[in-house]
């Protein structure tokens, strides 16, 4: 057993002083005793709080980030966009082997421990051989995502992606998306495997996620959704083009076809949703799913601001996810958030509950939402620190510029305000001490690694 303490602990009902956490064999929190420090302690810190669940990520696209930040990728229409910016991830794509999946996902979940977050849902879709063909373990290449987990220690809900056209209505996969495309047999297989090859890992489920509405069939959608009972995301109403094609194809908007086509409830985790009417923000809303936003990678796409305030106002859960992993960062995600809101609205504080219920800390409200609505998504006991969940842990710098003399809440709002990720000082995974002095401890040896790798993919 290992016993953490901490002179303040932020645990389900708030704030508490002096608070010892036990963590038994297996990683699970199995006692939290508030008052006084024992002796026996393996670890004392000042603040400690649950680690944040990464709801959404494309790990290899890390390799990519900031390559395609300047004008001129497009495909001759004018304008970049998201589109054009796709082309670029196609052609990156086509050239990426098992083991440079290993050596960049190892560099992004060490970056997200860092960071603060403690686990990721992982929207992979990249699995077929470079020839288009499948490995002869078809799930190769899922097995590097679920090694590069184990090697970085980070929680993991592994949602293999199912991809059958490039198009609304069953348009067939282009040469660009040879890699992702499986029928539901083959897809069935892949998850069998990936499932299997991730059973000895503690801290890792694994789901499904049909890519989007615009890659898979209505029929595919049914035969899929009976091969998990665990988690299942969605790519969904990111972009306006994406809106008026599936209208153009089914007469109906994204969300709304999906709520009334699919069983969508708290399985579900709906990744963007951005462009949404008010009648689908109540209907995602009361179906118990999940939104599942990345403020950063939407802003660098230019998808768009979601309705986060009329979206929470209507009992909506949300999470946040670093999708295209451009910058990795807890704090800059949530801030983020919330400022799209303010230069919306041209208010402040646009997502903190109202004083009186809480402290009224913007920080805060964003933290209760993103645990509580990150652990749903990932489909596992995370994001609280009480006895049978997972020792998933972060501890704040008590002496950080933009901590220091401030305490509870006030320590969120400098970490997500005014901080970086060098507030997040020490992390523990279901009670392994990964980062210590805010770097992670195979940090040197992942950094080799990817450079290798990308020395050896980015050279057009
Ligand atoms: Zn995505």
């Not at 990936?194 to 209505?218: E, Y």
């Not at 809106?243 to 009334?260: H, K, M, T, Y």
């Not at 579900?268 to 949404?276: E, F, S």
């Not at 964003?366 to 501890?395: C, T």
Request: hydrophobic share 40%; aromatic share 8%; with cysteine.
């Amino acid at each position: 057993m290992t016993r953490l303490y901490f002179d303040h602990c932020l645990l389900p009902d708030g704030w508490a002083k002096a608070v010892s956490i036990d963590v038994d064999a297996g990683g699970q929190i199995s006692a939290v005793i508030q008052g006084g420090k024992p002796d026996d302690v393996s670890f004392s810190g000042a603040i400690a709080m649950p680690g944040v669940p990464n709801c959404h990520s494309h790990a290899f696209q890390r390799a990519m980030a900031g390559l395609t930040e300047m004008r001129g990728q497009s495909d001759g229409s004018g304008d970049d966009s998201f589109w054009t910016w796709r082309d670029l991830m196609y052609r990156f794509v086509d050239r990426i082997t098992p083991e440079d999946l290993l050596a960049i996902a190892s560099q992004a979940y060490v970056e997200m421990l860092e960071s603060g977050f403690t686990s990721v849902a992982e929207f992979h879709y990249v699995h077929h051989a470079a020839s288009h063909r499948p490995f002869d373990n078809i799930a190769e290449m899922s097995l590097a995502i679920i090694q590069a987990a184990r090697e970085t220690g980070l929680g993991l809900t592994l949602l293999p992606v199912f991809y059958e056209s490039s198009g609304f209505g069953g348009a067939e996969v282009g040469e660009a998306q040879a890699r992702f495309a499986n029928t539901p047999d083959m897809f069935g297989k892949l998850v069998e495997s990936a499932t299997k090859a991730a059973q000895d890992l503690p801290n890792a489920v694994v789901g499904i996620a049909p890519h989007s509405l615009r890659a898979v069939t209505p029929d595919g959608l049914a035969e899929i959704l009976k091969l998990s009972d665990g988690p299942i995301h969605i790519h969904i109403a990111e972009q306006q083009r994406e809106v008026d094609d599936c209208i153009a194809w089914s007469g109906a908007r994204p969300v709304e076809w999906l709520l009334d086509h699919a069983p969508v409830d708290d399985r579900w985790c709906l990744v963007h949703a951005t462009h949404l009417t008010a009648t689908e923000l109540a209907g995602l809303a009361h179906s118990g799913a999940v939104a599942g936003l990345c403020p950063i990678t939407e802003a660098n796409l230019g998808d768009g601001i979601f309705a986060a305030v009329q979206f929470l106002d209507r009992g909506g859960r949300l999470a946040i996810g670093s999708d295209s992993n451009v910058l990795i960062s807890v704090a800059e995600e949530l801030r983020l958030l919330e400022y799209g809101q303010r230069l919306r609205d041209q208010g402040r504080n646009r997502l903190a509950k109202p004083k009186g219920s809480t402290s009224g800390s913007t920080g805060r409200s964003l933290i209760d939402q993103v645990l509580a609505g990150g652990a749903q998504a990932a489909g596992r006991a995370i994001g609280k620190i009480e006895p049978g969940y997972r020792a998933d842990i972060i501890s704040l710098d008590q002496n950080h510029p933009s901590l220091v003399a401030r305490n509870d809440d006030a320590w969120l709002d400098g970490w997500i305000f005014a901080g970086a990720n060098d507030c997040v000082q020490d992390v523990w995974v279901g009670g392994q001490h990964l980062v210590r002095q805010s770097r992670h401890i195979a940090r040197e040896m992942t950094a080799k690694s990817y450079a290798n790798a990308l020395k050896k993919l980015v050279d057009f």
